[in-house]
């Protein structure tokens, strides 16, 4: 089975724009889920997806915004960028859902300027 | 806030010591899971823990969850160069996976 893809793979933005990213996950897997790595605040959960509902959120501001599709592919939506969200964003994809064995995509560093 | 601590937060060790990072929660977990993500990639997954004082090997690496279901550890006995990069600890709480900051391990040769 070919493994959870993100695009782009590096990002650079500028402060203000908005952005967004995307991920496919493996096959027959419906839970999405996206984490914020960076090296002050460890891997941080944005939300949780799952047959293209959202059923968690963590602690982070409303410009964080997420969607999947009817085929499990997901987005993620940052507006109104600002430096502090510079950051490895990851994606997930679990056959069981956001709190068992996840497989991550490669992830997408974003640096805003 | 829903919190997960591990430490320590670096470990340096010599090639064939032994290595543990522990992890500990203020409240109880409904499992926890490990994950070890090489320098430059992405977390993958290594096992996970779901009932109270169970203790799972993996060759060279085991693994224990706490009797309150509030902590757990990584052993790794013996390490090798292979082993570099940092290991999480990710508990499962109110429908979430709660990472813990991670330790990075260093193995010299």
């Known amino acids: 089975k070919a493994g959870v893809t993100q695009t782009p793979r590096y990002l650079i933005k500028t402060r203000g724009q908005q952005v967004t990213l995307s991920c496919s996950p493996i096959?027959?897997?419906?839970?999405v889920s996206w984490y914020q790595q960076t090296p002050g605040q460890g891997l941080q959960f944005l939300f949780e997806y799952f047959s293209e509902t959202q059923r968690n959120k963590g602690n982070f501001p409303g410009r964080f915004s997420g969607r999947q599709f009817s085929n499990s592919r997901s987005e993620m939506n940052v507006s109104t960028l600002e430096l502090g969200d510079s950051a490895l964003y990851l994606c997930a994809s679990s056959l069981a859902g956001g709190t068992y064995e996840q497989y991550f995509g490669p992830g997408t560093r974003l640096t805003v300027t | 806030g829903q919190q997960v601590m591990q430490i320590p937060q670096y470990q340096h060790v010599q090639e064939g010591e032994d290595f543990t990072t522990y992890c500990n929660s203020s409240t109880t977990l409904s499992n926890i899971q490990w994950y070890k993500q090489r320098p430059g990639g992405h977390p993958v997954f290594l096992i996970q823990?779901?009932?109270?004082?169970e203790v799972k090997k993996q060759k060279r690496l085991t693994f224990q969850f706490g009797e309150a279901k509030k902590n757990s550890s990584l052993h790794i006995t013996a390490t090798q160069t292979t082993d570099v990069g940092t290991y999480f600890c990710a508990g499962a709480q109110g429908g979430k996976l709660i990472f813990g900051q991670g330790t990075e391990l260093s193995v010299k040769p």
């Open positions: 823990l779901v009932k109270s004082g």
């Open positions: 096959s027959g897997h419906r839970s």
